[in-house]
């Protein structure tokens, strides 16, 4: 998998540690995805503190970013775009199910950045 940005978390924390933490919030929370979710290095947003997160099956992307806003206490007027692994902008319909099982990384995690701005091309 090709990605534009590399996170963080995967930076810091080696593929068997991933999976073997995915595999144990899987066991806890079967009915929720397991997240990395982090700031664009290009936004000018802040950062939020917390960037693991387990959101329902059910959830809309729509949702989710509503989630998200509230983190980033970002006035409605500006608009939040997430990526996937950096490159895919999530549309507001899909259901966070959709998006992670088609896109999940081999160690079972989603991994989204949000940025106040598209930042494709960049």
């Given at each position: 998998?090709?990605?534009?940005?590399?996170?963080?978390?995967?930076?810091?924390?080696?593929?068997?540690?991933?999976?073997?933490?995915c595999e144990s919030i899987m066991k806890s929370?079967?009915?929720?995805?397991?997240?990395?979710?982090?700031?664009?290095?290009?936004?000018?947003?802040?950062?939020?503190?917390?960037?693991k997160f387990l959101c329902p099956y059910d959830?809309?992307?729509?949702?989710?970013?509503?989630?998200?806003?509230?983190?980033?206490?970002?006035?409605?007027?500006?608009?939040?775009?997430?990526?996937?692994?950096?490159?895919?902008?999530?549309?507001?319909?899909?259901?966070?199910?959709?998006?992670?099982?088609?896109?999940?990384?081999?160690?079972?995690?989603?991994?989204?950045?949000?940025?106040?701005?598209?930042?494709?091309?960049?």
């Open positions: 998998m090709s990605e534009s940005i590399m996170f963080n978390y995967k930076a810091q924390n080696p593929l068997e540690k991933r999976k073997a933490e929370w079967p009915d929720r995805i397991p997240i990395i979710l982090e700031k664009d290095p290009r936004s000018q947003l802040e950062s939020i503190q917390k960037f959830y809309t992307v729509q949702k989710f970013l509503t989630s998200i806003r509230l983190k980033v206490n970002l006035p409605k007027d500006v608009a939040l775009f997430l990526f996937v692994n950096g490159i895919d902008l999530m549309t507001g319909d899909s259901t966070m199910k959709e998006i992670y099982e088609r896109k999940k990384d081999e160690d079972g995690f989603i991994y989204l950045n949000y940025s106040d701005h598209p930042v494709l091309g960049g």
